[in-house]
């Protein structure tokens, strides 16, 4: 797996964990138990809409004044070293076992509902060594040593987080096993080695490692969301608290991805000092591949090279650029009439990238909630702009926006997973009732990431039923690269239906 190759993953995984859980709702199992052991599968609430709604049973529980970090290594644990070497021993020693991970990750089991869930095939054949995992979970650090400045940045090969993704998805699937056998302190030891593998895994900035580290977090969240609904479950109030926030850092991705194009070709970074139009030449055959790369191969993006369509849009552009260039550029408007096409070709188009790149790595640093907005906005204007524009479009903001918000989401689910555990802890403190608004819970519930207000809490006629909320976001249209984000007007947000068990 290459960086150039991030949009296609990353769309893809964007799609995947912006919600809780990716099922239909035909999809959702159906539960032939007078006491169910979680309150179902997620859903989405119509095929125009993708809110994602869990049903969450509440067994009333106290929770404990403490810090206590049962889903992610603590910083107090780690011990010095890095991960990336056990993570190569494990790849290694499993190599006889590597066909068992693929077919429990093939079979679809996270689908089912808990309730549903048989844990024997996973049990008979769990394919990881669990020592080296938790070795590898807390170390300090994972050293990767990528060559990020030493070779191209976009010819840098992942394999490590492929092949992780299998390794995660079989430790949660171990961990599911000893939910439903009420092996609590089993469970969250799996959910923190799960949860550090993943830390290590979005060490190295790609965009595409936290991406992966993002897939995998939300699948141990899945599980936690189970976990707390078990009768007996300790309150994980604290431990949700305790999680890192953010979660995962999209800035510094961003940035790594914003120094794509100069660290792929470094003679980007010394335009004044080629001389001749064979070197020129040179440069723009680098650029023209690496937006084929990395834009796609779609011929409604940039025409096959080579092909008279190719030609044809060189030339377009050509003509573009000597148009263009003295209006940014006016230091370089009496030199552009000697300038051979491609010099301005590549001078018009880095100016450009550079000026979208430093405007996207900017509104990442705000605050989740104004990022998100002002790249889908920035996003959307570029997609509106002219079309002779595509070879910028290509490889500018590509989806900035929805990486910020895919992060944002995460950290969303988690403050409204310690919001939940705050109303356990008040059923269990107030004779087993929900509390009229937010405000009255003892433990306080951080605000939504994404709009900066309050989460929307709703209670029932009856009190026995409420709603926890978080603030929805809705998507651009797709980027121009012919990514699957989704498009304009679709919404992405979390709800839960929480419902008090009376009864054990």
Known sequence: MRFSNLLVIGSTLLMTFSSPACYSQESRSSVNRATPLTGGLAHLQSKESDISVRTILIHAKEAKTELTSRFFPSTDKLTKGTAAPIFLRMNWEASARIKALHDLRSKNLMEKSLDEFDPTEVESRFPINLTEARRAAFRERAGWEYPIDEEPLASILLPDAQESRAYNHVLLLKARCHVKHGEFAEAEDLICIAMGLAMHIGETPFVVTRLVQLSQSASALSIVEELIQQPGAPNYYWDLTSLPRPLIDARTAIQLESSMYEKTIPELMRLDEIKTQEQWNEVAAKVIEQIVNTGGSNDHLFPKPGTPEAEQALKDWTTLS?????????????????????????????????????????????????????????????????????????????????????????????????????????????????????????????????SGQPFEYKLSADGKTATLSGAVIQYPPAPVTGGELPKKGTIRGTRYELKIVTSQ
């Open 322 to 450: 000597r148009e263009r260039l003295p209006k940014i550029a006016a230091n370089l408007a009496e030199r552009i009439p000697t300038m051979c096409d491609a010099e301005v070709g590549v001078r018009y188009w880095w100016l450009r990238v550079q000026s979208r790149a430093s405007s996207h790595l900017a509104i990442s640093l705000l605050e989740p909630d104004q990022s998100i907005r002002r790249n889908f906005e920035s996003i959307e204007r570029l997609n509106q702009d002219a079309s002779d524009e595509l070879p910028v479009k290509a490889v500018s903001g590509l989806f900035s926006g929805s990486f910020v918000a895919a992060t944002a989401m995460c950290d969303q689910r988690i403050a409204l997973l310690r919001g939940i555990e705050s109303l356990r802890h008040h059923v269990a403190t107030n004779a087993g009732r929900f509390p009229t608004s937010l405000p009255d819970l003892e433990l306080p519930i951080p605000t939504d990431c994404i």
